[in-house]
């Protein structure tokens, strides 16, 4: 395969999703948003009425999604809620969750949909572990506090009445979940670019990340 591999990873709301997005845009490369794998995982067993943190449930639920169907499913929008972001959590802990998931995201990267010339994966391991080879990694960060207020803002404009507070603890809880479970924790790869947007807007963001990419390429 020669498609070109842009890989993205950084914690949640991070920035990391719109970059993303946008970049594959402007690059006309195909995108994928790994974490609504997991989600998918997630919202699965909740809505067979099991326990994320059950290995055995969510190692199932992980091998059922089948490649030909998943496009359709990580079109949910039930994947966006509060309560399946901390499911996939939950579920991207096993192993066998993620060894599962490993194949789709790699065979997209190798051939990407659409005959596209490339891919931009984003996620938590992607730069470290799904795509070593990648062409050019980024590591998308912000502070906690700048993550939170970017949440915040995204929630209340979708109608969802939260606090400030407890926004900050769930993204804590998710960023430790995150960075300290034994397999495939969050942390950038050796050789990525690491971009801080907690003072950036998207497009600076983009900006930032465009430069780079030419820089490797
Ligand atoms: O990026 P998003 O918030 O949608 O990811 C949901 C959860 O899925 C993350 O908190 C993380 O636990 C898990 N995830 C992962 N590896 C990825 C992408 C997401 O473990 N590559």
Redesign the pocket.
């Known amino acids: 395969p020669t498609a070109m591999v842009i890989a993205i990873?950084g914690?949640?709301?991070s920035g990391?999703?719109t970059l993303s997005r946008r970049l594959a845009d402007r690059l006309h490369f195909a995108h994928l948003?790994?974490?609504?794998?997991?989600?998918a995982v997630?919202l699965a067993v909740l809505r067979a009425g099991g326990n994320p943190s059950d290995a055995a449930q969510a190692t199932e639920a992980a091998y059922a999604l089948h490649p030909e169907t998943t496009p359709l499913v990580l079109a949910d929008p039930a994947?966006r809620a509060d309560e399946v972001?901390?499911a996939?959590?939950?579920?991207?802990?096993v192993p066998a969750v993620?060894e599962a998931?490993l194949a789709f995201?790699r065979d997209f990267a190798a051939y990407p949909p659409g005959n596209a010339r490339g891919a931009v994966?984003?996620?938590?391991?992607?730069g470290t572990i799904?795509c070593p080879d990648a062409d050019a990694k980024l590591f998308v960060t912000a502070s906690v506090e700048a993550r939170a207020e970017r949440r915040l803002k995204e929630l209340r404009e979708r109608g969802v009445p939260v606090i400030y507070a407890a926004v900050l603890e769930d993204m804590r809880e998710?960023d430790a979940?995150?960075s300290q479970?034994a397999v495939?924790p969050?942390k950038p790869a050796a050789d990525a670019f690491l971009l801080d947007t907690s003072s950036m807007n998207a497009d600076q963001a983009l900006d930032a990340a465009i430069s780079f990419i030419c820089s490797k390429t």
């Open positions: 990873d914690p949640a709301a990391k999703g948003d790994t974490g609504s794998l997991y989600r997630g994947l972001a901390s996939a959590s939950q579920v991207a802990i993620r998931l995201q994966l984003d996620g938590r391991d992607i799904v998710r979940r995150d479970r495939a969050l």
